[in-house]
C-alpha cells in the first residue's frame, strides 16, 4: 500500500479523493473476481466448477487484522482531527504564515512557502503512525514484501509530490476567498471539476510510476484473452499494465485508472500470479465495466457535490469559529492562509458526516461493475472463487460489522459478493440482462 500524501498535498486530492471512494481496489475489498470468457454455446463444466461455492469462516488471524484495523481506524481518525487542531489552537499555523512572509514577501510567493512547510510539518507528525501502519503492521502479518529502503523512498517521494502539488494548486482557494469571500465556495467547487478530471489523467503516467514499475503484460497469451473480452464491452483502444507490486505487498488487487489518452486497466503481478486465467478475465470484466457504465464521470459529479457540500459548511462555520478564538489562532480572516488547519478540521468533520452517503453510492458502483463483470462472462464460479483468494490473501472479513461497513466499505462486503455470484444467473431461465445491450456476443 503506498503511503498517503502528506494533508496539505494537492487540492483536489484532499477534498476529492479523500471525500470519495476511489474506484479503484481498497485493501480489503479489492476490484476482483475471476471468469473465462464464456459465450452462451460454451462446453459445460463439471460441477465442481460450476456450483455454489461457500463463504469461508475467516481465520483467527484474520480476525486479529480486522479488529487491529478497526483501532487503526480511531487512531488515525483522531489523528487526523487533532493535528490540525494542534496546530491551530497552538497558533503554530500563524506562526509558519509569519515565517513565510519573511521570506516570501509577495502574497504567492508566501503561500508557497507556508504549504511546503505545512506539509513537510505534518509530514513528520503523521510518519510515526504512517510507519506502523504501512510497514511494522503489514510485515507482522506476514503481507508484505518491501523494504525499509524502498518505504522511506517512498515516502520522501510523497512528501516531493505533496510540496510541489500544495504549491501548484492550493493558492486557487485563497485567491477566490480574497476576490469572492461570499461566494467563493462555489468557485472552488467548480474549479475542483477540471482539476480533478486532470489529476485524472495525469496520475497514471506522471504519478503512479514514481512508486512502482508499469509495464506491459508478460502473458501475452491471456493479454490477447482480456483484449478480446473489451472488444465485446466495445471498448477500443484498451490498454493492459501489469505493475511489479510484489516488492511491495503480498496482497492482491486490480484497478482502472486514467481518464480519456491515459485510461488503462492495471493489474498487480500479485493477482496474475495468484489468480488463475477464468478468474483474471472476470476482474477484468468486472474493470471493464466501470469503463462502459461512466463510473469516472459518475464519481467526478459525486466529488463535485461532496465539495460543495463541505466547502459550503465550512464557509458557514468558520467565521463564527475565528470570531470566538481568531485572536488564539493567530488571524482574524479565512483568507489568510495561515487558516489552512481550520478549512483542514472542519471538513474532516463534514467528511465524517458525508462518507456514509458516499460509501453507499461508491458500493452501488462497484455492484453494477460486478454485474456487468457477471453477465459479460457468465462464470458465476470463478468470480466467486476469485473474491475467495480475495478475502484469504488479503485478510479480508468477508462480513464486517454495519459500523465499519458504513464508513470504511467502498465496496459491498466480500460476503455479500460471493453470495451475489452465487445467485445472479439470469440466462439460465431466459431472463433479460440488465446491461445485455452492452456486451457483444462472443465469437463462435
Known amino acids: 500500500m503506498r503511503l498517503r500524501i502528506p494533508a496539505a498535498s494537492v487540492f483536489l486530492t484532499i477534498l476529492v479523493l479523500g471525500a470519495v471512494p476511489r474506484m479503484t481496489g481498497a485493501e480489503d ?3 476482483l473476481a475471476e471468469t473465462l470468457l464464456a459465450a452462451p454455446v460454451a462446453a459445460p463444466r463439471a460441477a465442481s466448477e460450476t456450483g455454489p461455492v461457500a463463504v469461508p469462516v475467516p481465520s483467527e488471524k484474520t480476525m486479529r487484522y480486522y479488529n487491529s484495523g478497526i483501532a487503526i481506524w480511531w487512531v488515525e481518525l483522531l489523528w487526523g482531527l487533532g493535528v490540525p487542531a494542534l496546530l491551530l489552537f497552538t497558533g503554530w499555523s500563524a506562526r509558519i504564515r509569519t515565517f513565510a512572509q519573511r521570506f516570501g514577501r509577495r502574497w504567492f510567493p508566501t503561500v508557497a512557502i507556508y504549504f511546503a512547510l505545512f506539509t513537510l510539518l505534518t509530514f513528520l507528525l503523521d510518519l510515526p503512525i504512517a510507519y506502523f501502519t504501512g510497514f511494522v503492521r503489514e510485515h507482522s502479518y506476514g503481507l508484505s514484501n518491501q523494504t525499509a529502503a524502498k518505504w522511506w523512498s517512498d515516502a520522501a517521494k510523497g512528501l516531493l509530490v505533496g510540496i510541489i502539488g500544495s504549491a501548484l494548486t492550493l493558492w486557487i482557494p485563497y485567491l477566490l476567498l480574497r476576490k469572492s469571500p461570499r461566494r467563493w465556495w462555489l468557485w472552488t467547487s467548480l474549479t475542483a471539476i477540471p482539476l480533478l ?8 503516467v506522471w504519478l503512479d510510476p514514481l512508486f512502482n514499475k508499469f509495464g506491459p503484460m508478460k502473458d501475452r497469451a491471456l493479454e490477447a484473452k482480456i483484449l478480446a473480452l473489451a472488444d465485446r464491452a466495445g471498448i477500443e483502444g484498451s490498454r493492459v499494465y501489469e505493475v511489479d507490486k510484489s516488492v511491495d505487498t503480498e496482497k492482491v488487487n486490480a484497478y482502472v485508472a486514467g481518464l480519456g489518452g491515459t485510461k488503462r486497466v492495471v493489474l498487480w503481478d500479485t493477482i496474475i500470479k495468484k489468480l488463475n486465467e477464468r478468474e483474471l478475465l ?3 470484466g468486472h474493470e471493464m465495466g466501470h469503463y462502459v457504465l461512466n463510473h469516472t464521470p459518475m464519481l467526478i459529479g459525486l466529488g ?3 465539495i460543495l457540500i463541505g466547502l459550503y459548511s465550512i464557509h458557514r462555520l468558520a467565521d463564527r469559529m475565528i470570531k470566538r478564538w481568531g485572536d488564539r489562532f493567530g488571524f482574524h480572516d479565512l483568507s489568510d492562509v495561515a487558516s ?3 478549512i483542514l478540521l472542519l471538513f474532516s468533520l463534514v467528511n465524517f458526516v458525508l462518507t456514509p452517503g458516499a460509501m453507499a453510492i461508491a458500493r452501488q458502483i462497484e455492484h453494477q461493475a460486478d454485474v456487468y463483470g457477471l453477465e459479460i462472462t457468465r462464470d458465476n464460479h470463478a468470480a466467486a472463487t476469485a473474491f475467495v483468494k480475495l478475502q484469504a490473501e488479503n485478510l479480508s472479513n468477508p462480513r ?9 466499505s467502498s465496496h459491498p462486503t466480500l460476503g455479500e459478493r460471493i453470495d451475489f455470484c452465487n445467485e445472479y444467473r439470469p440466462w439460465e431461465q431466459g431472463e433479460p440482462l440488465r446491461y445485455g ?3 457483444k456476443p462472443a465469437s463462435q
Do not use: C, E, Q, R
Open 437 to 439: 445491450d452492452l456486451i
Open 340 to 342: 489552512w488547519p481550520l
Open 282 to 284: 472476470f476482474v477484468m
Open 29 to 31: 475489498t479489492s476490484d
Open 197 to 204: 478530471a486532470l489529476l485524472l489523467v495525469i496520475s497514471p
Open 304 to 306: 463535485f457535490l461532496l
Open 400 to 408: 464486517p460489522g454495519l459500523l465499519y461497513k458504513l464508513w470504511n
